[in-house]
Every structure is written in structure tokens, then in C-alpha cells.
């Protein structure tokens, strides 16, 4: 069987940890062509080390022809390349699902998907259970709770850190709002509640809180649901975001299975 040509637009932590899965024979449907990042160094020493062309623009991406273009980049890049890729082509892995809670841009991609006769994959992440929140959706009105567990340090850079958070001795709640806010607070840290809240009640009816949990090591989320028939209480705790990367060669292997979850 031909091969499917995978390509990236990001070639940072998490597309390194789908290449390396690559090559130790996770994906075996799949060759890499090439691999387009914003940092050229970094764009040219990923596409050494996996053994793909480097390219320097989403054009130069686009003319190697990939079937697949697997993103871990950044919201804004969604933003900028997730329309053009489809137009080009190719289907789209995404990573940065945040860019998704503006529903104008969701609602463009969707229709330059279908137009195209291509796929937009909405990756799991962090997180997950996506099939049970969805069937839940279509049976009745749902409510929709995110609870985040954050340690200090990785609430550091954010908006959200404050000084008197070093002397906290208990958990604290440092956000409470709408998934879509939360996003446009930190657009690098809540992909995974615009992505729960897409397979759920959507981006404004889904309601994150964040809590700073001292001493904590990781990344914890419970996702609630609370429907006429159906509720749910899951809870995924995960060391390191490895996991994001991990949820895309799932994805990738979901795309050529003769057997889909
Ligand atoms: N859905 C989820 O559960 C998770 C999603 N993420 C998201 O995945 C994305 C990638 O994360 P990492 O690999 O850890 O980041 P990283 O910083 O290690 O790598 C990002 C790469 O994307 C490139 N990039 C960024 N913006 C770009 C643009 N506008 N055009 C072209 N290239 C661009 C950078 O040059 C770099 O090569 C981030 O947006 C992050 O928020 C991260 C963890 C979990
Ligand atoms: O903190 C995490 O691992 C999840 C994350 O970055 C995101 O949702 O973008």
C-alpha cells in the first residue's frame, strides 16, 4: 500500500514526539516529507534529524503534496495556515484547538473542510472522553464543568499568577469563567477545555475552573457532564504533556485503521 505523506507545521516538543513515534514503528502507513516551524534553525535541525525537508513556508509545506498535516504550533498558526492547508489538500491534526473558540474561524474551517473534501482532526490532548461527552450532547441539553489542577510554577507566566500565590498552603481557585474566556486569557494552556467544551455544550456554555494546587506535579482535569440521561465524572492526570504528542499518533493510526474508535 502507498504510503500517506505526513507533514508538520511545528517542530517543537510535541511533533517531536510524533516523528520519534514514527520512526520507532508506530506509524508505519506514514512517511514523513517535511516539516515547516517559525524558528528556520529549529525547522532546519528537526527536518535533519527526522530525515524530511525543511521548509521555511506554508507554500513550500503545501508543494510536497502531504495528505495529513499534523499541527503543534501555536493558536495563531491555526489561525493563519488551517484554511489554506485544507484548500491545498491536505487534512489537518490539530493540536492548538484553542484558535477554535472563535467560532467564526470554527465555522470557516469547517465549511473549507467539507468544500475540499478534507478532514479537520480535533486531537484529545491532555485529555479525552470525547466520544461519551458528544453522545451525551445529541440525547439531551448538557451542563458542562472543566475543573483544572495547576502547579504554582506552571501558572508562573500567566495572568493568572500573583505573589501571595507562594504562600498558599491549600488549593486555590485562581480562575472561574467560560472556556472561551479562559482561552483568551491563556491561549497556550487551555487547548483541552476548548476542545472538551466543542464535544460538548460549546466554548461559552462550558464553564472552566482553575485551580493552584501547591506542591502538585503535572496536569489534572475533571470533565463533568450533566445531562438528562447521561452524567459523567472523568478524571485524567498526566505527568508531562507527552501526552498531546501521544494523542496525535492515535489519531494518525485512527486515520488508517479499518477499525475506528
Ligand atoms: N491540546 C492539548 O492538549 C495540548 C495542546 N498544546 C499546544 O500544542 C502546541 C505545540 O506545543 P509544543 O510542541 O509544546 O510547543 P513548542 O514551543 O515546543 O513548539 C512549537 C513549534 O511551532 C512553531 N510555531 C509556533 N507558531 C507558529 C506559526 N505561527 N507558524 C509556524 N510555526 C509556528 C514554533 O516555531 C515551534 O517549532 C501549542 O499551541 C500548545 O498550546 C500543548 C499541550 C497540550
Ligand atoms: O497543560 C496542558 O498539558 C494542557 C495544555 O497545555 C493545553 O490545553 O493547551
Redesign the pocket.
Known amino acids: 500500500m502507498e504510503k500517506k505523506k505526513l507533514a508538520f507545521?511545528?517542530?517543537?516538543?510535541?511533533?517531536e514526539i510524533v516523528a520519534n513515534a514514527l520512526h520507532n514503528g508506530y506509524l508505519p502507513e506514514y512517511e514523513l516529507v517535511g516539516a515547516?516551524?517559525?524558528?528556520p534553525v529549529?525547522t532546519t535541525t528537526f527536518a535533519e534529524r527526522h530525515n524530511c525537508k525543511a521548509c521555511y513556508s506554508m507554500e513550500e509545506l503545501l508543494a510536497l503534496k502531504p495528505d495529513i498535516i499534523a499541527e503543534?504550533?501555536?493558536?495563531?498558526?491555526v489561525g493563519?495556515y488551517s484554511e489554506t492547508i485544507l484548500k491545498g489538500g491536505a487534512s489537518l491534526v490539530v493540536?492548538?484547538?484553542g484558535a477554535f473558540a472563535d467560532a467564526a474561524l470554527y465555522n470557516r474551517v469547517r465549511e473549507t473542510a467539507a468544500e475540499n473534501n478534507q478532514k479537520v482532526y480535533i486531537?484529545s490532548?491532555?485529555?479525552g472522553g470525547f466520544d461519551v461527552l458528544r453522545t451525551a450532547a445529541l440525547m439531551s441539553p448538557i451542563k458542562a464543568t472543566m475543573t483544572s489542577k495547576k502547579s504554582l510554577r506552571s501558572l508562573f507566566y500567566t495572568p493568572l499568577f500573583k505573589e501571595e500565590l507562594m504562600n498558599i498552603t491549600e488549593p486555590e481557585q485562581v480562575f472561574s469563567g467560560n472556556t472561551k474566556e479562559a482561552i483568551e486569557m491563556l491561549p497556550?494552556h487551555f487547548?483541552?477545555a476548548v476542545?472538551t467544551a466543542l464535544a460538548s455544550a460549546g466554548p461559552e456554555r462550558t464553564t472552566l475552573h482553575i485551580d493552584a494546587v501547591p506542591g502538585f506535579v503535572g496536569d489534572e482535569y475533571k470533565i463533568e457532564i450533566e445531562g438528562g440521561e447521561v452524567k459523567t465524572d472523568l478524571n485524567i492526570y498526566s505527568r508531562t504533556?507527552n501526552i498531546?504528542g501521544w494523542s496525535v499518533v492515535a489519531v494518525l493510526r485512527n486515520i488508517v485503521s479499518p477499525i475506528v474508535f
Not at 9 to 15: A, E, M, P, R, T
Not at 36 to 39: K, L, P, T
Open positions: 507545521l511545528g517542530c517543537g516538543f510535541l511533533n515547516f516551524g517559525r524558528n529549529r503543534a504550533a501555536s493558536p495563531q498558526a493563519e493540536l492548538s484547538i486531537a490532548g491532555a485529555v497556550f487547548n483541552v476542545a504533556s498531546a
